[in-house]
């Protein structure tokens, strides 16, 4: 239907649709997600709707009463299989945050299987 349009041509206006089009870029049927959670719907919900399959890393309470999310248990979801990683950080609804230090083992984490990271 839309042949002659080139990528300049695309305009998005709003979160939902960019991340529509980020994961039918970047994924397809048969992929391994891992999203945080809970979080904005889209993030998993467009990857299960393609047929992926999405572990969710899910939030902790964490000793002050707020929200922490555990390194170990997201380096337990990843696999060598995982194609895209999907951070929603800082976190809504929660507003946890790793420290300088998580996030260097979640980046080297996600070096060793080599998954996307958004």
Excluded at 46 to 66: K, P, T, Y
């Amino acid at each position: 239907m839309y042949e002659s349009v080139r990528p300049a041509g695309v305009i998005v206006a709003a979160p939902q649709e960019c991340i529509f089009l980020a994961m039918r870029a970047l994924l397809k049927p048969g992929d391994h997600v891992v999203v945080t959670y809970p979080g904005y719907q889209s993030l998993y919900q467009v990857a299960l709707s393609m047929g992926c399959q999405v572990d969710r890393w899910e939030a902790e309470l964490a000793e002050d009463g707020g929200a922490r999310f555990d390194v170990g248990a997201f380096k337990a979801l990843l696999r060598p299989t995982t194609h895209l990683v999907v951070f929603n950080i800082p976190h809504n609804p929660t507003g946890a945050l790793p420290s300088a230090h998580e996030w260097g083992q979640l980046v080297e984490a996600c070096r060793g299987v080599d998954a996307h990271t958004g």
